[in-house]
């Protein structure tokens, strides 16, 4: 980063956030804040106008979920620097937010000391993550440790036909089997991926690229 201070805005719907998050960033001499935002759609008005450099973006806002705007800052803005600030720190989630084109993913927990780093970090090209979030990323998730389970060709044709839709009577009638043999399919299945129910069931496959 030059000499010049980077533009900084704050997109969270908790007032009290904002003010923290001003006060912490008040002392990091590099950064000016352009503005803090309660909605997504205030944010991108001022984008329309003016450049920011980086925004620290939470996830859960009133108006658009942070995935969604990540991705249309980064259409509207290409080299705005998306940092999510969030208290969701759910491994899918952080991937969701660097898919659509995040430079890094903070939990709320983080030390002011510690974010001012962060936003350094992601200033100079780097992606960037709190200390918590990298321990969540260094750890396999449940399905990764479970391994995919082995499915018989009966199991995998009823699986597909499941997740297209079908019923126990539709399955039935295109593999003409019975509707009690479909059944006992579509426990098994249900067992081996230990889930209770169809749409549970079609994520996992999904997860472990079975469909």
């Known amino acids: 980063m030059s000499d010049k201070s980077a533009s900084l805005a704050i997109v969270d719907d908790h007032l009290i956030v ?16 352009a503005g803090c935002f309660t909605t997504g759609h205030s ?3 001022l984008l329309k106008q003016q450049s920011v450099d980086i925004v620290l973006l939470d996830i859960s806002l009133p108006d658009i979920s942070g995935i969604d705007l990540c991705l249309e800052i980064k259409r509207q803005s290409p080299a ?5 600030l969030s208290n ?5 989630m952080v991937l969701q937010m660097l898919q659509q084109g995040a430079s890094g993913y903070l939990l709320k927990n983080i030390a002011g000391d510690e974010l001012i780093v962060c936003i350094q970090e992601a200033l100079r090209g780097q992606i960037t993550f709190s200390q918590a979030v990298k321990e969540i990323m260094s750890r396999p998730s449940v399905t990764e440790l479970k391994g995919i389970p ?4 009966r199991e995998k044709e009823i699986l597909q036909l499941i997740a297209e839709g079908q019923t126990t009577p539709d399955i039935a009638a ?7 043999t ?5 426990k ?4 081996k991926f230990e889930v209770k129910n169809v749409a549970l069931l079609i994520r996992t496959a999904v997860e472990h690229k079975l469909l």
């Open 80 to 84: 705005t620097i998306v940092l999510a």
């Open 150 to 153: 082995r499915l018989t060709r």
């Open 18 to 33: 904002l003010e923290g998050l001003q006060q912490l960033l008040l002392g990091a001499a590099e950064i000016t804040i």
């Open 43 to 45: 944010f991108l008005s």
């Open 88 to 92: 969701h720190s759910e491994r899918s």
């Open 182 to 186: 479909v059944e006992t399919h579509r």
């Open 188 to 191: 098994s299945l249900l067992q």
């Open 174 to 180: 295109t593999l003409h089997l019975s509707p009690l």
